[in-house]
């Protein structure tokens, strides 16, 4: 029998219910199938990165977006780069323009 992995958004939901301590650890362990020593260690993993998202006002999906934006700057201009390199080739050979 293989580990359930769970989502990230499961693990913050089952961490959440462990912070409102309406039930104990042990219960919401059985309730979703999970070591009661996980859920202590996704609460505190919650709790420690719980400023971040309200660092700068951006939050783990911001950040996200951003890299993924540079990246795509990143290639962008590498593009640009060959794309000028095989003008001035095509030129020297006399095969364009």
Do not use: C
């Not at 996704?42 to 977006?65: C, H, I, P, Q, Y």
């Amino acid at each position: 029998m293989g580990r359930k992995r769970r989502s990230p958004e499961e693990k913050a939901q089952i961490a959440l219910e462990a912070l409102r301590e309406d039930k104990p650890v042990r219960e919401i362990a059985e309730k979703y199938g999970v070591h009661p020593n996980q859920i202590s260690q996704w609460k505190r993993t919650l709790l420690d990165s719980a400023g971040d998202v309200f660092r700068n006002g951006t939050g783990s999906r911001e950040k996200e977006l951003e890299s993924e934006r540079e990246e795509l700057l990143k290639q962008l201009g590498q593009a640009q780069v060959e794309k000028a390199f095989l003008q001035k080739k095509t030129r020297q050979l006399g095969l364009g323009e």
